[in-house]
């Protein structure tokens, strides 16, 4: 039996954190995790894969330099699901050492195996070779989510896929049906589509992304359908059937038969938490399998924590790894500040889309004063060098204290541009500052200067503005 300060379960990136924080505190430190390959969701089959094929997308089929050598423009004509993995397999291969060393120069015990409790302080580590039984003064619960499966139907990896087998697929198929326009949904809809592949993307809900501004959106929309992507919204898969291989039906409420060679099916993530036998640490997950925890990650078992995915909301792999050391650092007595409020939210579809802080809906039905200033790339000489010629910078601000209020972007590097604006509403500034401000030439940083001078000319210079407390 190994005595313990830490039991990490689970090596995504809010268990890795959390393993790294208690052990930079002289901590004794194990990290179980079951999967052959650590690094969790994030790094094999979920944002570290999707992020990747997404530049291989770009680079391959020649997207971004299309405006200059013409719509039939391709890096490589007749890109193969083998050129998008070869990409993808050299980012994984690099980031598993990377994940790899960091646990083993910090002297973190890697266990493989499935970790259950038998007791509050105890847990088993099942593995092909046996079971180790561990007890440790605290626990992290990091054991994330899975995708949602149809009930209807297995999951084949190749004619009804999740997000999971995007990777493993033995070809590009020709149709695609996308059942759920989350951010999962809508990433691979537009890579797909700007593959050539043709996709139908089904959603029950009304709009795109409801939590994103709807001008955002609605470009998302456009830009999609400009791909050959279709549109279904309003619209709930009611069944889903295969007719043999690379023949998968969608029937939807509304009677409509959607046909296609691959259906991926991405309508949400359940929390990891059957396995875990929780009733035998006093514990119990709700109906997604989420574990609910206080401020500091603290389940209603104070010396358990959960973090990650297991969680619930945001369920990002940027604030997993805050909340795995955030919590590493309560159990043991280390202040550290909250997790931020201000959280930037990047989807990387294709075209990509950023935001930070309030958007106009929020902004309307609280009854705040705001007015808008725009940006659009085809006037910024960066956009037109890149050939994004259908970007777009917002900044929604303040009309009175001209404080920014929130930043909404869609375009190429939305999602580090997203950033500048971050910083500036934490530290309260206004709209002055980008105005004032001189940026690099030429960069897509230009746009807040550009955005904010639009706004000006709406509001008057800061000399007419009254200054008063903001009342949001
Ligand atoms: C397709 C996709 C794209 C995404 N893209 C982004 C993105 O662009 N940006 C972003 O910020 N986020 C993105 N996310 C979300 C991000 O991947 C997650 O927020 C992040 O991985 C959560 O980290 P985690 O540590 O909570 O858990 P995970 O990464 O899910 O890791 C949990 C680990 O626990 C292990 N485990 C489970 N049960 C046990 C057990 N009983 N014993 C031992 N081990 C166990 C699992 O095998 C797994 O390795 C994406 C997710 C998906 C699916
Ligand atoms: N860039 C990023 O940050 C990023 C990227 C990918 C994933 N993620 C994380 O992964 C999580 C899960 O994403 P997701 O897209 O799977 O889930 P989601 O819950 O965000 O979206 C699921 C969608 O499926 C729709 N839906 C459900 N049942 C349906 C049906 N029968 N017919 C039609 N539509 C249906 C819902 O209306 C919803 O829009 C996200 O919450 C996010 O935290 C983040």
Known sequence: MLDLDLLVIGSGPSGQRAAVQAAKLGKKVALCEHSPRLGGVCMNTGTIPSKTFREAVLHLTGLRQRHLYGQSYHVKEDVTIADLIFHCEHVLKTQAEVVRDQLRRNGISVLRGRGHFIGPHDVEVESDSGTTHLRAKFIVLATGTEAARPPDVEVDGQTVITSDNVLGLNALPRTMTVVGAGVIGIEYASMF???GVKVTLVDKRPRLLDFVDSEIAESLSYQMRGMGATLRLGEEVDKVQVEGPQRAVATLKSGKKIVSEVLLYSVGRVGMSASLQLDQAGLEADARGRV???????TTVPHIYAVGDLIG??????????????????????????MPELLPFGIYAVPEISMVGRHEEELTAEGIPYETGIARYREIVRGVMLG????????LFHRETRRLLGVHIIGTSATELVHI??????????IDYFVGNVFNYPTFAECYKVAALDG???????EDAVVTEPSE
Request: one cysteine or more.
């Open 193 to 195: 589509a700007a593959l």
């Open 292 to 298: 609910k925890v206080d401020a500091h990650f603290r």
């Open 313 to 338: 909301f945001p369920a990002l792999a940027s604030t997993s790894s805050e909340q795995g050391r955030l919590a590493a650092c309560h159990a043991f007595g280390l202040t550290a500040a909250s």
């Open 388 to 395: 994004d010629d259908s970007g777009l910078l917002k900044l």
């Open 421 to 430: 604006g971050q910083a500036v509403l934490a530290f309260g500034g206004t």
């Open 456 to 462: 000006y000319n709406k509001v008057g210079r800061s």
